[in-house]
């Protein structure tokens, strides 16, 4: 499967780059009305780049090897790039540039119990860790409560981004689910960046790819996007609608893993709703998988 494949990577992602940039946003003269290409044209973002066509012409053409943090950051510029899309772009760089020191090519599929302590410290909160591969890798009871209907598929780990293409509850849960599903495709493409060959994610973009339109569509795009924090609205299958705030962390102590919390402000709708949730968890320590796809139509 060549969703991961570097040069390939390196080659759409610049070419897409280029292709949504007009001459006016870029502050260059348009002459004539008849461009043949999408965007800028090579030579109008070499030039932007302070670097020769032939030499971003290489790079466009899959070959970042090399290439120094100047000529980075001038292509980041020209090609008016975000922070993640910078992130990306490095990533893209730094993986066609042998280093000689041996890399991490697959994601944690695992927590220190130190960790899962934590989690369990915080009762009221829904909390839990995933990887870059968007695999669950420890939750909190509130957490397993939450995400009720993504637990349901008994495939372990249990996968966020396999749940948002491939479920049929996915669109009833998730309640902007357009913007979920193009953060979801975009926040993989970041990781394939940072990890070409890694293995499980070559699979699992392989499996969204054969198996989804949507996520065909979306990896298509070459968006890239951070998940720091924001808000998020769930539409439980038990406790119903809740808008809740999130907190996305990379644990410093354990590179890979990010651990996801969930709060509501006091006071809120939300806030009633986590209490009826942490009430119903305790209830339903053992309830069958089947209560999970009870899902409210829209």
Not at 15 to 44: C, F, H
Not at 175 to 196: F, K, N, T, W
Not at 260 to 265: D, G, I, K, L, S
């Amino acid at each position: 499967m060549g969703s991961t494949d570097l040069r390939t990577q390196i080659r759409e992602f610049l070419s897409s780059r280029r292709a949504r940039i007009t001459p006016d946003q870029a502050g260059l003269p348009a002459y004539g009305g008849n461009r043949r290409v999408k965007g800028l044209r090579r030579e109008e973002v070499a030039m932007l780049a302070g670097v020769s066509v032939d030499y971003y012409v290489r790079m466009e053409r899959g070959n970042l090897s090399g290439a120094s943090e100047s000529v980075l950051e001038g292509l980041a510029g020209a090609l008016r790039l975000d922070e993640a899309e910078r992130v990306h772009l490095f990533s893209l760089a730094r993986e066609s540039t042998p280093s000689g020191r041996p890399r991490r090519t697959t994601a944690p599929l695992t927590v220190r119990p130190k960790i899962q302590q934590v989690l369990d410290a915080m009762p009221d909160t829904p909390a839990w860790i995933r990887n870059g591969r968007h695999d669950i890798l420890a939750m909190n009871a509130m957490a397993r409560a939450l995400y009720s209907p993504v637990l349901a598929d008994p495939r372990r780990p249990a996968n966020t981004a396999r749940f948002v293409y491939l479920d049929p509850a996915a669109p009833v849960f998730f309640v902007d689910y357009e913007r979920i599903s193009r953060d979801s495709a975009a926040m993989l493409r970041l990781e394939a960046g940072r990890h070409p060959t890694d293995k499980a994610l070559i699979e699992l973009i392989g499996e969204l790819s054969t198996q989804s339109e949507l996520f065909r569509q979306r990896w298509a795009s070459q968006d890239v996007m951070f998940h720091h924090s924001g808000t998020k609205r769930l539409r439980h299958p038990v406790v119903g609608q809740l808008d809740l705030d999130f907190e996305s962390m990379e644990l410093a102590s354990d590179p890979g893993l990010r651990l996801n919390v969930y709060t509501a402000a006091v006071g809120t709708p939300a806030a009633d709703g986590l209490k009826m949730l942490a009430s119903w968890a305790a209830s339903q320590q053992n309830a069958p998988t089947e209560l999970f796809r009870a899902v409210p139509e829209k």
